[in-house]
């Protein structure tokens, strides 16, 4: 019998295990009545009005962020903007098959697209600072990362916005997927002729959107909304046959440019980990390098100065290229003193890296420099101001002959610590009373604004 209980016991302690797990992981527990949540995005769908001009202020907003290079301010641009509606629309389009939610959510995502590049050009036009700074370049190709952010942001997004209780997540997911910048970027890219930074960044954008609406259709499906009922049989088929050949237009190509984006991005790794390898040389040095990534025929171009590498050298690196898993991949190497290597290049570059390795020992003087102008300035104001206290004090102690005032410091070696003590010196032609010491003592902490002072009377 106790043979036979011990099967039953565990099979409970496992379903119990189960059960736990499937109420915590529930969604949906305090989901909003799903009609409510379909009316939610679809209010958040239509670009018109408040909603355009808020777009285009936060579009000017967002591309002073990425002109003057500053996170905080594109944060901010991302927090106001309202792109997630018409791509969260998308998706729900597709998940209860409404056709006409779907090429509503197309025509304002095309709006808000055109409107945002258009305003982005316009202000990169006329800005006096044109230079691409570090926060506009890091939005002019996707890679991996991007994918999985804009993945797993709509995901957080749908969930959040099907819930009661509305939370903060749908604009945490605009920042964290970063629909805004791509955009300003591909507005850059017009505005300085520079068709790399235009279509690097739509080509993101495109990316962002598409899995934030995959997300949103995972979820709505998962859920089981309510698909939209049609009165006419023939014209739901046909409805839903579009829907399907819509989802499936946009998968596909989205899956494979993801695809190809986790391909270049273990390419790179690949490279970084083969240059840090084979590159490491005591009398060379690599100045520059340039990675052009290819599925076919891949390039790696490297700028070395010093010590020239060897032919057989050459040949055993390359050979080495097949270790890291670099196939379709050539090495071309460029050495000072080559016919084909840019002597001005190689001056900038080895400028910059100076400059660079010096950056911060310059900054670093410079604090100090500033530093001892502030103790100077600090000192010379406390020499005129021991005159200016010297001769007030005499007006009310004409006995006073001698004066001088400074700061201290003091070891306190009960508690092993400094104190700063502001110490005075006094001579007088006769010795004053112990009331005139006291009240001169008042006098001088209250003319000073120091909590203590240390009166010596000669």
Not at 233 to 239: A, I, L, M, P
Not at 249 to 273: D, H
């Amino acid at each position: 019998m106790d043979e036979n209980k011990k099967p039953v016991s565990l099979r409970n302690k496992i379903l119990m295990i189960l059960i736990f797990f499937k109420d915590r992981f529930d969604l949906h527990e305090g989901k909003e009545d799903e009609l409510e949540t379909i009316d939610y995005i679809k209010k958040n769908v239509e670009f018109k009005g408040a909603n355009l001009w808020i777009l285009i202020f936060a579009i000017f907003v967002a591309s002073v962020g990425l002109n003057v290079n500053s996170t905080a301010v594109i944060i901010g641009a991302m927090l106001i903007s309202p792109l997630m509606g018409p791509i969260m629309g998308i998706g729900l389009a597709a998940g209860i098959n409404d056709f006409e939610l779907l090429k509503k959510s197309l025509k304002n995502l095309g709006i808000a697209v055109l409107i945002s590049i258009l305003t982005s050009t316009i202000y990169f036009s006329f800005t006096p600072l044109d230079d691409a700074q570090s926060e506009l370049l890091a939005r002019t190709e996707p890679t991996i990362w991007d994918v999985l952010i804009a993945l797993f942001g709509g995901l957080a997004g749908i969930v959040a916005g099907s819930r009661k209780e509305k939370s903060n997540a749908i604009p945490g997911v605009a920042i964290a997927t970063a629909l805004m910048p791509p955009l300003c970027t591909a507005g850059y890219g017009l505005a300085t002729g520079n068709l790399y930074y235009f279509f690097g960044a739509f080509y993101l954008f495109f990316i962002n959107s598409v899995f934030i609406s995959l997300s949103t259709y995972v979820i709505v499906r998962f859920m089981k909304f309510p698909k939209k009922e049609f009165m006419d049989r023939k014209r739901e088929k046909t409805v839903r046959t579009y829907i399907s050949i819509f989802t499936l237009l946009t998968i596909i190509p989205s899956v494979y440019l993801a695809y190809n984006i986790v391909k270049r991005t273990f390419w790179e790794k690949s490279v970084k980990q083969f240059i840090s390898t084979e590159f490491d040389l005591p009398r060379t040095q690599i100045i520059a390098s340039t990675l052009v990534y290819d599925s076919d025929s891949s390039v790696i171009e490297i700028s070395l100065i010093g010590e020239r590498i060897e032919e057989e050298e050459i040949i055993r690196i390359q050979k080495r290229l097949d270790a890291f898993k670099l196939t379709n991949t050539h090495l071309l190497l460029k050495q000072s003193g080559d016919s084909g290597t840019d002597m001005n290049l190689l001056r900038s570059d080895i400028l910059k890296d100076l400059y660079e390795r010096n950056e911060l020992l310059i900054q670093d003087k410079d604090q100090k420099i500033n530093l001892l102008e502030r103790e100077l300035s600090e000192y010379s104001r406390s020499s005129n101001q021991v005159v200016d206290l010297a001769n007030e004090a005499k007006i009310h102690y004409p006995n006073l002959e001698n004066f001088t005032l400074n700061r201290a410091i003091m070891a306190n070696l009960k508690d092993n610590r400094q104190d700063t003590l502001l110490l005075a010196f006094a001579k007088f032609r006769q010795n004053p009373s112990n009331q005139e010491k006291q009240r001169f003592e008042e006098w001088l902490k209250i003319r000073t604004k120091a909590d203590t002072v240390s009166l010596i009377i000669q």
